[in-house]
């Protein structure tokens, strides 16, 4: 008895071993399965990206603030790569002039650069791709050249938009270059309280700003506490992202919630949907010493990649406005 009790153990032991070896040869099939189907990230130009960057964060650029030379020079290198993509003007042109009154009760003369991809299935509905292309300027004979803060954010929307030529959206993808963030928002309140579509019509906003530097190589991303239905199309670009996704600074008010600290706060004053990409602070932050040179290339590139699968997995399944 004992015997052929134990050999029935031995036997149905080696029947759930095999049972198991099944089931994992089945999972690990899946799994390649699923890795087969998966369209691989987008390919994005990385040579141009950080060429891009290199020229808005040069010298001759003079920090890029609203209104004065410097950002006038930005806007135009901004025009003509625009152009060389072959992003449309969404209005009569590309550039979207405005003029508002700034912190300090001075009126601010800007000019935000608004483009479209049209989408080839629902050319009526927009994802409204963001970055400001301002900085804060010269301060004390110093140039504040803000690499990371924002050329990368800008440089990145035009790799974006590249990719987006190539490979049509579903949906339609305004490329909008904001001016006079560094001041209020300037550009970012100006286009919703003016905006080149309606604002029903937006799916979300997505905006990119300070994208390039992280020592962790985390990126986060803001925006799913406040809107919940984006968040499975986030969880979904955590898993293949080739940064650290994390989700957060969205919630609970202070400098640690992010929700009002660049432009989405203008789309979400209106109560659009919202997701913001960027890093946290670093010791260079709002310094002159925010350089092209200190920008990793590696991780600028993957950055900038992880937006791009996000806006690709928004277009392919946006969730209904409430």
């Given at each position: 008895m004992t015997n052929r009790i134990s050999a029935r153990r031995r036997s149905i032991a080696a029947v759930l071993v095999?049972?198991?070896?099944?089931?994992?040869?089945?999972?690990?099939?899946?799994?390649?399965?699923?890795?087969a189907?998966?369209?691989?990230?987008?390919?994005l130009d990385s040579a141009q990206l950080l060429r891009d960057l290199g020229v808005l964060a040069a010298d001759s650029m003079e920090g890029r603030r609203v209104g004065t030379p410097g950002g006038a020079k930005a806007r135009?290198?901004?025009?003509?790569?625009?152009?060389a993509i072959g992003i449309a003007p969404l209005g009569a042109a590309l550039e979207a002039p405005f003029s508002t009154t700034g912190r300090g009760?001075?009126?601010?003369?800007?000019?935000?650069?608004?483009?479209?991809?049209?989408?080839?299935?629902?050319?009526?509905?927009?994802?409204?791709?963001?970055?400001?292309?301002?900085h804060v300027g010269v301060r004390n004979n110093e140039i504040y050249r803000g690499a990371d803060?924002?050329?990368?954010?800008?440089?990145?929307?035009?790799?974006?938009?590249?990719?987006?030529?190539?490979?049509p959206p579903q949906h339609s993808v305004v490329i909008a270059l904001f001016d006079g963030e560094e001041s209020g928002l300037l550009g970012a309140r100006a286009f919703v309280e003016a905006a080149p579509v309606p604002l029903d019509r937006m799916i979300a906003n997505v905006n990119l700003d300070m994208v390039s530097r992280n020592d962790r190589n985390e990126l986060w991303a803001a925006g799913a506490a406040r809107h919940p239905a984006l968040r499975p199309l986030l969880d979904s670009t955590v898993r293949?992202?080739?940064?650290?996704l994390k989700l957060g600074h969205d919630s609970g008010g202070g400098q640690d919630d992010w929700t009002s600290q660049s432009d989405h706060g203008a789309f979400h004053a209106k109560g659009i949907p919202w997701v913001y990409f960027g890093v946290e602070d670093h010791p260079d932050y709002h310094k002159p010493s925010d350089t092209a040179d200190k920008v990793p290339a590696s991780f600028f590139f993957r950055s900038v990649?992880?937006?791009?699968?996000?806006?690709?997995r928004l277009d392919a399944a946006p969730p209904a406005r409430r």
């Open positions: 095999a049972a198991g070896a099944v089931g994992m040869a089945a999972t690990a099939c899946a799994t390649t399965a699923e890795s189907q998966r369209p691989p990230l987008p390919a135009a290198y901004l025009l003509s790569r625009l152009n009760g001075n009126t601010i003369a800007g000019v935000n650069l608004v483009g479209v991809v049209r989408g080839s299935r629902v050319p009526d509905r927009y994802v409204v791709l963001t970055a400001h292309y301002d803060d924002n050329a990368s954010g800008t440089s990145g929307v035009l790799a974006i938009a590249k990719w987006l030529k190539a490979n293949v992202a080739p940064v650290t990649t992880t937006v791009a699968e996000f806006v690709r």
